[in-house]
């Protein structure tokens, strides 16, 4: 380790010194106090953001090859960083009323986001699979946060359970491809089938099942709704976008990176895990009539969607295609951040009373009780649906544009089907908001400014992103182009 090394990792070192702040400011604020934890994790947020600016543009390996930062990876950071703020926004509400710690939520948040920033970093597969145990082992206690809630309980159990197989099979995969190519370098994988043969085949398998399950793609889902909707809601909007930005970044330098120069060879998977994800996720939305359960099952389906893009580059063998269908990937991931979690935490919002679970009927006339909220919601839920000038709609055209480019225009019909089918389940929550009348006995409503200004934030992102993408657009390409 020299000072090259550490000053490449300036981000990951705010980021711990954040954590361990927070953890010892903990222990001396008092009760009535622990409000401070917010604003202090907030601005430590912001400052590692700024860190993560310091080293754009570096682009070099560290640590004897196992890390690397470049362009790439600072994005990852940085959407984390924007993930991180947005959840410690939205969590405090929820929790006070429920009598939940704050003072611990934010530290396994933080050491979630920690194991978020090694998996964007790892140009090794083992730093791979300890960025990924760093990230998932804090939000299996997140899923499991409301202890006293047997619903909590229960998912997070399943979540560890079936997270525990998964890192298993991951693992398995990595000894696997480390006995075929002698090398557990990213940059040294890429003859795994040519060299490998069959036996290649089975290593990507197993590296194919163990990531694809952190990022709740069908087959690999049945962790999913159990976990989202017995977390304490503000959570599950966490891990519905946090941990699914990580896997991504798992996905994209485990087989674009290492394994991109055999994208023929993993191309079929891909393509048929995006269209079994997307149409799974959105077929079963539909019957669901609790709005959170709803919104787990969505961010199954707009997990489809973003392997769609990994699909595209793998077909691709232009090189400015692939970088294509990366930035596709990057944006969605991004756009889809910020749009979900403020969704759920519109649900948050309407659970004050903690008998609430967030059914369907909780959002009838919410228009006429308040006014704001809906139009919020109906904003965040327009952008999933895919409708511009939001967000969404620009995430699933360069999607879109990129699986026809790189000639699977079959792909794009099954995307564009699926974006329709979703259009009914979203838009039956602004039905019932606006053309419904409200419950006898309506749920009342979180009217926290802190939650209120953390969604006036969200929703401001979800249609600057979408009027005025051309700034991101340019960060995206410079951030793919490091990668290729």
């Not at 993560?52 to 640590?63: D, I, M």
């Not at 085949?201 to 049945?222: N, Q």
């Amino acid at each position: 380790m020299n000072a090259d090394d550490l000053s490449a990792i300036l981000p990951e070192l705010a980021l711990t010194v954040l954590v361990l702040a927070i953890l010892t400011i903990d222990l001396f604020l008092r009760r009535e106090d622990k409000w401070l934890l917010t604003p202090i994790t907030v601005i430590g947020l912001g400052f590692v953001g700024y860190a993560c600016w310091t080293v754009w543009g570096l682009n070099q390996t560290v640590f004897a090859g196992f890390y690397r930062v470049d362009d790439l990876s600072v994005f990852f950071k940085v959407a984390t960083v924007v993930i991180g703020i947005l959840a410690s926004l939205f969590a405090p509400a929820y929790l006070a009323q429920r009598k939940l710690p704050l003072g611990e939520f934010n530290v396994i948040l933080l050491f979630s986001l920690s194991g978020m920033f090694v998996l964007a970093s790892a140009s090794d597969l083992i730093t791979l699979f300890i960025g990924l145990e760093l990230m998932v082992m804090p939000a299996y206690l997140l899923a499991g946060f409301h202890k006293t809630d047997r619903y909590s309980n229960e998912g997070g159990l399943k979540y560890f359970l079936l997270g525990s197989f998964a890192s298993a099979i991951l693992l398995f995969g990595i000894s696997w491809t480390y006995g075929l190519t002698h090398s557990t370098r990213l940059s040294e994988i890429g003859g795994l089938v040519s060299d490998g043969g069959a036996a290649g085949l089975v290593a990507i398998a197993m590296l194919t099942v163990g990531s694809t399950f952190k990022a709740a793609a069908v087959p690999f889902h049945y962790w999913t709704p159990d976990a989202y909707q017995g977390a304490p809601t503000p959570i599950t909007g966490f891990l519905s976008v946090g941990p699914k930005l990580g896997a991504f970044a798992l996905l994209v330098r485990v087989f674009a990176e290492g394994l991109g120069v055999s994208g023929a060879d993993w191309y079929g998977v891909m393509a048929i895990l995006a269209v079994l994800t997307m149409t799974g996720g959105n077929i079963v939305a539909l019957a669901q009539t609790n709005v959170k359960r709803m919104l787990a099952y969505s961010s199954i389906a707009h997990t489809g969607y973003i392997i769609a893009g990994l699909a595209a580059f793998a077909h691709a063998t232009d090189p400015a295609i692939r970088t294509q269908g990366i930035e596709a990937i990057l944006f969605y991931v991004l756009g889809y951040g910020v749009m979900n979690i403020a969704a759920f935490s519109v649900v948050g919002m309407l659970q004050r009373d903690p008998r609430r679970y967030g059914g369907l009927s909780a959002f009838a006339g919410l228009a006429g009780r308040a006014p704001a909220l809906a139009a919020a919601m109906a904003v965040l839920l327009l952008s999933l649906t895919g409708i511009p000038p939001t967000v969404g709609f620009f995430a699933k055209l360069y999607v879109l544009v990129a699986t026809v480019d790189a000639g699977v225009a079959w792909l794009a019909v099954a995307i564009a089907l699926n974006a329709a089918l979703a259009a009914f389940y979203y838009l039956r929550v602004i039905v019932y908001m606006y053309m419904r009348e409200p419950e006898a006995d309506p749920a009342p409503i979180d009217r926290s400014p802190l939650t209120a200004f953390a969604l006036a934030i969200s929703v401001a992102g979800v249609l600057l992103l979408g009027l005025f993408p051309d700034p991101i657009i340019s960060f995206l390409r410079a951030s793919a182009a490091s990668l290729l």
